[in-house]
């Protein structure tokens, strides 16, 4: 019978003890961007802002807060960072589905702009369309208007969480 190694971990580390160190570190809180998208009584959190244009935010991401343009702001101002679409790509009475920020962006009225979450809150799934005035989630029939994100046909009790849309130049930018 071979001998037993008396000290295992001599050996450098495995994959199992990194496996243990992620969900541990996950549990530890480490993970809360995974965890903290649900909450209890079945809400789903509005995603966090992603940019479209990596350059755009990684260069403003060193601005303070404080320094973030207002209406009023002058042309010098540094545009504002977040997913983005150009203002032409938006039908009027309709919307698009921005899938890789997790946004629809809509246009109810000829240049006013609006900005939801992409995400059902009935159960969590992505909304798959927008027909029209009516923003489709196809997993379980659930439908929000393009004018306020509010249900229109249930299943969904809730309507979709609201984002910031900012027109900057010819696109919409989208902000949590």
């Known amino acids: 019978m071979p001998e037993r190694d008396p000290n295992p971990f001599e050996h450098g580390t495995t994959r199992r003890t990194v496996l243990r160190a992620a969900g541990l570190a996950a549990l530890a809180g480490g993970g809360i961007g995974v965890l903290g998208a649900c909450s209890a009584d079945g809400e789903v959190a509005a995603p966090a802002a992603t940019s479209a244009a990596p350059s755009a935010s990684a260069a403003s991401s060193s601005a303070p807060s404080s320094a973030a343009p207002s209406a009023s702001a002058s042309s010098s101002a540094a545009a504002p960072a977040g997913a983005s679409i150009a203002t032409a790509d938006v039908p009027v009475g309709s919307g698009v589905i921005l899938k890789d920020a997790k946004y629809v962006v809509t246009q109810p009225t000829e240049g006013e702009f609006k900005a939801f979450s ?39 009790t809730k309507p979709l969480a609201e984002a910031t849309a900012t027109v900057s130049g010819d696109n919409v930018v989208v902000e949590a």
């Open 118 to 156: 992409s995400i059902c809150t009935h159960m969590g799934c992505p909304v798959a369309e927008v027909q029209g005035e009516t923003i489709m989630c196809k997993c379980h029939g659930s439908q929000f208007s393009i004018k306020d994100g509010s249900v229109v046909k249930a299943p969904a």
